[in-house]
């Protein structure tokens, strides 16, 4: 069974920078569409990130121009570069497989002054 890992969470100020990483148990990352999503307290979990097996890449409106998606296929990981945050981003941010419905447990993302 793949397992994946998130870290990186943190509190940040309003414009300031996190990266978030994902790590797979198995030689998964770069055969399968790995995403990210994220869960604010009282809300739906809803889409951050996307990148396929092509590389192919998408992401929600909210994230577009200021979230990055990559991977490092040797190193079984997957990050999420989060630039110019925002206290809307304040979530717990999870990190899927998707061809396995495979998830993390979260990384809290906590954007305040």
């Known amino acids: 069974q793949v397992q994946v890992v998130e870290s990186g969470g943190g509190l940040v100020q309003p414009g300031g920078s996190l990266r978030l990483s994902c790590v797979a148990s198995a030689n998964i990352v770069g055969t399968a569409s790995m995403a990210w999503y994220r869960q604010a307290p009282g809300k739906q979990r809803e889409f951050v990130a996307r990148m396929n097996i092509f590389g192919t890449t998408n992401y929600a409106p909210s994230a577009k121009g200021r979230f990055t998606i990559s991977r490092n296929n040797i190193l079984n990981t997957v990050y999420l570069q989060m630039n110019s945050l925002k206290p809307e981003d304040t979530a717990v941010y999870y990190c899927?497989?998707?061809?396995?419905?495979?998830w993390g447990q979260g990384t809290q993302v906590t954007v305040s002054s």
């Open positions: 899927c497989v998707e061809d396995r419905s495979v």
